[in-house]
């Protein structure tokens, strides 16, 4: 038999709706894990934040440490200069997969798995995913990632194209919106984080 049209048209039209909720709830979810951490980072306890949100202490555990996925990936920052001899870090070059840049030619970089991105990159990614224009660097060009559904994934935290608002793309990689958010995030607490150490 052949399916009846209008009803395949109600069918299509709801699995749209699903794909959109889908994608809005994982929009929610992670702006939920990141404002949760946020709160961590103000200085909030583990307890206090459970007890405000009703959620479990252990919940906000995982949600703080990544593991309710506001932060798929294991993030590795540039340590800064005075404490790099100290953990013994020097010898191999890792390198931002966007532009190339060594470790110590960036303020920033920051780790995905196996997959590196400089602090100039964050910003040139999300400049091309505002403007639409594509920018070169050393290495290759970012370009932004449009609707295709053959479009690769983001390499840090593997979501697809569909799953995030923005991505943009270099040779090889790919970041989504949300970790260039994430990343920036980072790269904020880290200045922070240095500028507020004590003097020793
Ligand atoms: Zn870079
Ligand atoms: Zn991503």
Redesign the pocket.
């Known amino acids: 038999m052949t399916l009846d049209t209008g009803l395949l048209d109600q069918a299509k039209a709801a699995e749209a709706r699903v794909i959109d909720a889908e994608r809005d709830a994982d929009v929610a979810r992670a702006e939920f894990h990141r404002a949760v951490r946020r709160l961590q980072l103000a200085g909030g306890s583990l307890r206090e934040i459970a007890d405000a949100l009703g959620l479990s202490h252990q919940r906000v555990h995982q949600i703080v440490e990544g593991a309710g996925g506001s932060r798929p990936w294991r993030v590795r920052v540039r340590v800064p200069k005075d404490r790099r001899q100290r953990r013994g870090i020097g010898g191999d070059m890792l390198r931002c997969s966007f532009c190339g840049k060594s470790q110590p030619e960036t303020k920033k970089l920051i780790a995905g798995p196996g997959v590196y991105i400089c602090d100039g990159c964050v910003d040139l990614a999300d400049r091309v995913i505002a403007d639409g224009e594509p920018s070169a660097t050393p290495l290759s060009s970012i370009t932004v990632i449009g609707d295709d559904p053959a479009a690769p994934k983001?390499s840090?935290?593997g979501?697809r194209r569909d799953q995030?608002t923005g991505m943009a793309a270099a040779e090889e990689v790919s970041?989504?919106t949300?970790?260039l958010s994430l990343c920036q995030e980072i790269i904020a607490e880290e200045l922070d984080a240095a500028g507020e150490e004590p003097a020793t």
């Open positions: 983001c840090f935290c979501k995030v970041i989504c949300e970790c």
